[in-house]
């Protein structure tokens, strides 16, 4: 009878040896999820109708009332900073028009609330004649009014 208990023992130990290892294969529950913080709400600003407007598509005069075209496109540097608006100059009805830049500074936005109305800009139609074109993917050549703009290093 001995080795009949001893035989019953080792079958137990086996027994209790193997059902520990194949609950250590098995997947563990989860610990429950971690609270979530919650979300902050987004910054507001509000903007009175007559605070602030849209630029693009905007007429752009001379200060003498010259007609210099419309901004089709404002360029920021890495910063993000407002450096130049992209008037799309001359030409009738799209013909014959070409694009230059300009100075943000030289553009002035002190009567702008309506639609229809313009925003000048401190250069006169030669001038702005004499602009080299804009063109994507090359280098940007700003015509500034005062000699305000600075290189992106120098700022």
Do not use: C, Y
């Amino acid at each position: 009878m001995r080795g009949t208990r001893g035989f019953i023992m080792l079958a137990a130990v086996v027994a209790v040896v193997a059902g520990a290892a194949s609950r250590a294969d098995e997947p563990q529950p989860n610990p429950p999820p971690a609270a979530k913080e919650p979300v902050p709400p987004p910054s507001v600003t509000i903007i009175g109708p007559s605070d602030a407007h849209g630029v693009l598509g905007r007429d752009v005069r001379s200060p003498t009332n010259e007609n210099m075209g419309r901004i089709v496109d404002v360029i920021v540097d890495r910063t993000a900073t407002v450096r130049a608006a992209v008037i799309d100059f001359g030409g009738f009805l799209g013909v014959g028009s070409r694009k230059i830049v300009v100075d943000w500074n030289a553009l002035h936005f002190g009567r702008v609330n309506e639609k229809s109305d313009a925003i000048t800009l401190e250069l006169n139609k030669a001038q702005v004649a004499a602009a080299p074109e804009f063109k994507e993917g090359a280098p940007v050549v700003v015509l500034g009014a005062s000699g305000s703009l600075l290189p992106l290093g120098e700022r």
